[in-house]
């Protein structure tokens, strides 16, 4: 069990440019989230996957976000036409739809800076 | 309306000492689930402690112990024996209709910081 791995760590990019981060949650894990933390926040909930269904978007998830789980595995989150506002720790997690509480494992995060 | 609040932005606390960091939460979902997660400078959110609305007993973990009064919809987690290793964000976070597929949702935390 290697956790739930994030990719990249960091990315800075320029305004308007297109990112894409990924998510490789832990493998027996069905459910899926993404979430969004920025500075002096607690994540705010954006997206999640049972298997390969995205089962949930919150109305944070704005047009220029989509994300998808082609195999019910990894994940991807991308980002088109960066903005300055897109600057936030994006934070992955996963869990068990068997377990009774349901607890999420978060990854590291994928720090994004647009400039 | 905040389903979470933390009204402690930062806390100190002597090092050996214990500690309570607040939690009160707003739901009219009779079945619910309420967690904390610690937040190092390194990023990672970790779990720590979880208590279920059915729950009769107080959860405990280690070091950690919630002190849950539903009737006062608080959830606020003590630390005993605070550790250095301890200065942390500390985040509550609920999840409605506990067997469902609601998302959690989290408090704004509490930046702990223990003092030698």
């Known amino acids: 069990d290697t956790g739930v791995s994030q990719d990249p760590r960091h990315k800075i990019t320029k305004r308007g440019q297109n990112v894409t981060f990924r998510c490789d949650p832990i493998?027996?894990?069905?459910?899926l989230y993404w979430y969004r933390q920025t500075l002096g926040q607690g994540p705010e909930f954006l997206t999640y996957?049972?298997?390969?269904?995205?089962?949930?978007k919150s109305r944070l998830l704005s047009d220029r976000f989509s994300a998808e789980r082609p195999k019910g595995s990894f994940s991807t989150l991308e980002i088109q036409r960066t903005e300055q506002g897109d600057s936030a720790m994006y934070l992955c997690?996963?869990?068990?739809?068997?377990?009774?509480?349901?607890?999420?494992?978060f990854g590291a995060g994928s720090r994004l800076t647009v400039l | 309306a905040q389903k979470i609040t933390q009204t402690q932005p930062g806390m100190f606390v002597q090092e050996k000492e214990a500690v309570t960091l607040d939690c009160t939460y707003d739901?009219?979902?009779?079945?619910?689930?309420l967690f904390w997660y610690k937040q190092p400078s390194s990023g990672e959110m970790i779990f720590l402690i979880y208590?279920?609305?059915?729950?009769?007993q107080n959860a405990t973990e280690g070091r950690y112990s919630l002190n849950f009064q539903k009737a006062r919809k608080s959830a606020n987690l003590v630390i005993s024996a605070s550790q250095l290793g301890d200065s942390a964000m500390y985040f509550c976070?609920?999840?409605?209709?506990?067997?469902?597929?609601?998302?959690?949702?989290f408090g704004k935390g509490t930046r702990l910081s223990v003092i030698a």
């Open positions: 997690a996963s869990s068990s739809s068997s377990s009774g509480a349901n607890v999420l494992t």
């Open positions: 493998s027996e894990h069905n459910r």
């Open positions: 996957f049972q298997n390969e269904a995205q089962l949930e």
């Open positions: 739901t009219s979902d009779p079945s619910y689930g």
């Open positions: 208590q279920g609305s059915y729950d009769q």
């Open positions: 976070a609920m999840r409605e209709a506990v067997s469902g597929n609601t998302p959690l949702v």
